[in-house]
């Protein structure tokens, strides 16, 4: 197996690096599925204090690796598209893994951080953002919508006319704009970033541990989070059987403009 994700431990600080630049970290099924086996590995580490996940190269993450699409026939059936409440059940059960990791999260983002990859940031408890980086969710371009926790937990984040602005229009928005409506803690020089989120988890690592993780589970346990990804598995099940959705597959493939005929 690649090292497509490197996890490394410096003291009570566990690093997850999605390691696979020269596609700009496009998160492919095998790199998703070495992801739930580090953040696993993670909820095994004794005395760990916070967990930090960066991407490697010129940027976070661009998504998910669309081509992939055509590997989940391996997994789930040629007839997949008709399995997308088990699918989406099998994404979402990785980030809500990683959103429950007893110890706090924070995603370092550079550069790009889209769709899936963004999900993956909101699932981390603190976000920090290099000037510069550019986030979205731009699902519905291709006739979905963000299904792995992306529409529940941003509306979380945001509250729902942000959310709403944001999905509607699958644009992406930069560091300073995604600050000023609370998706993300902090901008910082880009430089600076792996620093600045080293600092933060020593700051973190100062309070006591188990008051941290049930602080955490508190604020957590506000929201009715499984609800938010029943209705997102349920809404994308309906999605995939649409011609709309064939249109964007085909239009993303053949690198051309959908023409979306709302079917």
């Known amino acids: 197996m690649s090292d497509l994700i490197q996890v490394t431990q410096n003291d009570a600080v566990l690093e997850i690096v999605l390691n696979r630049p020269e596609k700009r970290n496009a998160l492919s099924l ?32 661009a998504g998910i690796d669309v081509t ?32 429950r990791l007893e110890v706090p999260t924070i995603a370092l983002l ?11 940031a909101l699932a981390c408890d603190i976000r920090l ?17 963000p299904d792995v ?12 006319g942000r959310a709403k602005e944001l999905i509607f229009t699958g644009r992406e928005i930069d560091a300073a704009q995604a600050a000023a409506w609370g998706l993300v803690n902090e901008v910082v020089p880009a430089g600076e970033l792996q620093t600045r989120g080293e600092a933060l988890a020593a700051e973190i690592g100062q309070a006591a541990p ?21 209705l997102e598995g349920w809404a994308q099940s309906q ?25």
């Not at 998703?32 to 993450?61: E, H």
């Not at 926790?149 to 729902?160: E, F, M, S």
Request: hydrophobic share 45%; with cysteine; charged share 25%.
């Open 210 to 230: 188990l008051a941290v993780g049930m602080a955490k589970r508190v604020i957590d346990g506000l929201a009715d989070l499984d609800r938010g990804l029943q």
């Open 129 to 145: 953002a290099a000037e510069g980086t550019r986030l979205g969710l731009p699902e519905t371009k291709l006739g979905m919508i």
């Open 149 to 160: 926790g992306g529409t529940t937990r941003l509306t979380r984040l945001v509250g729902p």
């Open 30 to 61: 095998e790199m998703y599925a070495q992801l739930d086996a580090a953040v696993a590995g993670a909820g095994r580490v004794a005395g760990l204090r916070v967990v930090l996940l960066r991407g490697a190269g010129p940027m976070f993450s």
């Open 68 to 99: 992939n699409f055509m590997l989940l026939a391996e997994k789930y059936g040629p007839d997949w598209p008709r399995q997308m409440r088990t699918i989406t059940n099998d994404f979402q059960a990785v980030l809500t893994r990683l959103e």
């Open 110 to 120: 550079h550069g790009r951080c889209l769709g899936l990859a963004l999900e993956l």
């Open 239 to 263: 999605l995939f059987q649409t011609e709309d959705f064939q249109e964007a597959l085909a239009s993303f493939m053949m690198r051309r403009p959908p023409q979306f005929k709302g079917k």
